[in-house]
């Protein structure tokens, strides 16, 4: 019956299409928006937007598709786009959404982006992502860095650890918490989890320089120099002090370990600190945040876009009202509080943030003038899809998980990958 109806409303919408000019039908006031916050602090972040859009009258549909990175949300979205049903917007990383700008696929919100002075108040790294010669298809809500880690406080004081600042301090900070019975290193075995640690260890081993030349430039001898595989050695030592059941486990259970007390750290990107939000803890009290030992002063940022596609003239007001409300000062504060991450605008104050936020938004500030502010190459910012998802997160898994054996072998398999990619 249900089916029939549907059937019976599409042979109907099919007959008035060439009678009505679609720019006269009623807007739609509906936001159908593709993303992969499932996790409880992403949910909650996400409910801010909803609510605003609540009180002007949009009705929200949900298409939520989990795992961290968006590998899977990508693979809806595609399919989505390619059927002619693109949502009203889509969650996305850096150079996805670039390939979807040069295919044509997206709209253009440059009035509304120049009547609201977007380019003045989102750092120009970003404009990279957003803007397509000179036009807006996409905005930022945030501004994510992965070099973080995460730690539980209680654990912290129990073993008398201390902020790490090295690499090497970090390694003694995991020996003390193994030595005390605790699991040292919360870690969700994923592809994109993994490839997204090896970011920071990657700066941390060479410096935002080198991170700089292998990662944005590409420059081959880099990627296969000693500096990367002593990046790959630094990761293979963090291997020894996960749990044996780590292969798979989501981000936010890793997170969740961290927070109960059952593992001492995780690294991970600002999005862990909207799980420990969500379970009420408090910054400087239940946990702590620090850069990933040997990276601060540097930021390897994600930001979370939403990308509007080409849609009929009738969805076109609510692209409008998702834009305007993600790029509404008090929605990125209120969001990014709750998500964890810190605002893509630059105007907005940090004083309701905890003293993760407040350093995170002062990190920013600070990187962007010293030209540290760099795109994770795991999260897609630093690469197009196909060398960040496509060879990087399978080198660095394959490495992780003994597949391939020695760092010798993953340099080789890197710049292999990368160069058939191009
Ligand atoms: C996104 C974050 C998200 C995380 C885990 C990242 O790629 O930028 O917003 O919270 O994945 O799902």
């Not at 993303?35 to 937007?49: D, R």
Request: charged fraction near 20%.
């Amino acid at each position: 019956m249900k089916l029939r109806t549907t059937l019976l409303a599409g042979a109907m919408a099919a007959a008035f299409a060439g009678a009505i000019p679609v720019a006269q039908a009623a807007d739609v006031k509906e936001v159908q928006m593709l993303h992969w916050w499932t996790s409880g602090g992403e949910a909650a972040a996400l409910n801010v937007i909803k609510q605003y859009l609540a009180k002007e009258g949009y009705a929200w549909k949900d298409v939520p598709v989990a795992g961290g990175g968006g590998e899977a949300a990508m693979t809806t979205l595609k399919a989505m786009v390619a059927a002619g049903n693109p949502p009203t917007a889509s969650q996305i990383l850096g150079y996805f959404a670039l390939d979807y700008a040069e295919a044509g696929k997206l709209g253009d919100f440059t009035a509304l982006a120049k009547k609201e002075g977007w380019d003045k108040v989102v750092p120009t790294a970003l404009q990279k992502f957003t803007t397509t010669n000179g036009k807006w298809d996409a905005v930022p809500i945030n501004i994510h860095s992965v070099n973080w880690i995460w730690l539980n406080k209680a654990i912290m004081d129990k073993i008398g650890g201390t902020e790490p600042k090295t690499f090497d301090d970090f390694i003694a900070l995991l020996d003390k918490a193994k030595a005390a019975g605790v699991i040292p290193l919360a870690l969700g075995g994923q592809p994109w989890q993994e490839a997204t640690m090896f970011d920071s260890v990657v700066m941390s081993t060479g410096g935002p320089d080198f991170y700089k030349k292998a990662f944005i430039n590409l420059d081959e001898s880099a990627l296969k120099s000693d500096t990367m595989k002593k990046a790959f050695d630094n990761l293979a030592k963090l291997r020894a002090y996960t749990d044996p059941n780590f292969a798979g486990r989501d981000w936010n259970l890793a997170t969740a370990m961290v927070i109960k007390g059952d593992a001492l750290v995780q690294v991970m990107g600002d999005w862990a600190k909207g799980e420990f939000k969500a379970a009420n803890k408090e910054a400087g009290k239940d946990f702590l945040c620090y850069r990933f030992p040997g990276t601060d002063g540097s930021v390897i940022y994600n930001t979370d876009m939403f990308a509007f596609f080409k849609v009929s003239a009738d969805r076109q007001a609510a692209q409008t009202a998702l834009a305007d409300a993600s790029m509404n000062p008090e929605v990125q504060a209120a969001f990014n509080i709750i998500k964890g991450s810190v605002p893509a605008r630059t105007d907005v104050s940090d004083a309701g943030f905890d003293a993760c936020g407040k350093k995170g938004i002062a990190d920013v500030k600070a990187a962007n003038e010293k030209g540290t502010f760099v795109g994770s190459m795991a999260q897609n910012y630093a690469q197009p899809p196909a060398i960040g998802t496509g060879v990087y997160h399978d080198v660095v898994t394959k490495f992780f998980h003994g597949e391939i054996k020695t760092s010798d072998e993953a340099v080789a398999e890197l710049v292999k990958g990368i160069n058939n990619a191009k």
